[in-house]
């Protein structure tokens, strides 16, 4: 059973860069769409992005960013380590949040998130 | 951006009611609906998937229904470790979106 860990600062000082790894253990990093989820304190969910690593022919590790957040986002992965990383940069205290990472699954009818990690609380503080 | 509404934003219920919690999207996304529990200080946990496929492990007592853009999350009896707020969420195109949940408290 595929279990995930994300680690990483949890201050982050206003205009700097927020970077976050998640670990994967338990099963094979291969054959999900790597996923960063957040969520600030109180409110709803956010889709950030993720890199493909789902294994399918010819589209290597591509890589998909909410709109929103697409000029500050990059989404990485570091398969000799069964890691994938986030950075945000320029942030702001709209990035406070809870950051889950998750992975999405592709199935022949459905897709969906599954399975997350605990999530992490990052502050940006002024 | 395909928008998901739920309703209703929060309810009160009792162990043993029936609770139905709806979820419309601004376009057709198909059946590429998911639903997830999320309890106070924890991750999303995957209920359905599919609109209408429970995951593995989770109560029989949750289903789903429903297609294009009109869907519902069901509970047929509700019980004590049901108390938490429920997210649908597209999968039908990118950036995946959210619903922005239903708080079920106890009455």
């Known amino acids: 059973q595929v279990r995930l860990q994300e680690s990483g600062p949890g201050l982050v000082k206003a205009s700097e860069t927020l970077s976050l790894t998640c670990t994967v253990s338990?099963?094979?990093?291969?054959?999900?769409?790597w996923t960063w989820i957040r969520q600030p304190p109180g409110k709803g969910l956010e889709w950030i992005g993720y890199?493909?690593?789902?294994?399918?022919?010819?589209?290597?590790?591509?890589?998909n960013y909410n709109p929103s957040l697409k000029s500050r986002v990059s989404i990485s992965l570091d398969t000799s380590k069964n890691q994938f990383s986030l950075k945000l940069t320029s942030v702001t205290a709209a990035d406070t949040a809870v950051y889950y990472c998750?992975?999405?699954?592709?199935?022949?009818?459905?897709?969906?998130?599954?399975?997350w990690g605990q999530g992490t609380l990052v502050t940006v503080s002024s | 951006d395909v928008q998901m509404t739920q309703s209703p934003s929060s309810l009160s219920a009792s162990v043993g009611d029936r609770v139905t919690i709806t979820c419309r999207s601004s376009?057709?996304?198909?059946?590429?609906l998911n639903w997830y529990q999320q309890k106070t200080g924890k991750a999303p946990k995957l209920l359905i998937h599919?609109?209408?496929n429970l995951q593995s492990g989770v109560p029989s007592r949750f289903s789903g229904s429903g297609s294009e853009t009109d869907f519902t999350l069901t509970i047929s009896s509700l019980q004590p470790e049901d108390f938490a707020t429920y997210y649908c969420?597209?999968?039908?195109?990118?950036?995946?979106?959210f619903g922005q949940g239903t708080k079920v408290g106890s009455k």
């Open positions: 998750a992975g999405e699954v592709d199935s022949t009818s459905s897709i969906w998130f599954d399975p």
């Open positions: 338990g099963g094979s990093i291969s054959g999900f769409y």
């Open positions: 890199i493909d690593y789902s294994g399918r022919p010819y589209y290597g590790r591509n890589t």
């Open positions: 376009q057709s996304i198909n059946n590429y």
């Open positions: 599919g609109a209408s």
């Open positions: 969420q597209q999968s039908f195109s990118t950036p995946r979106t």
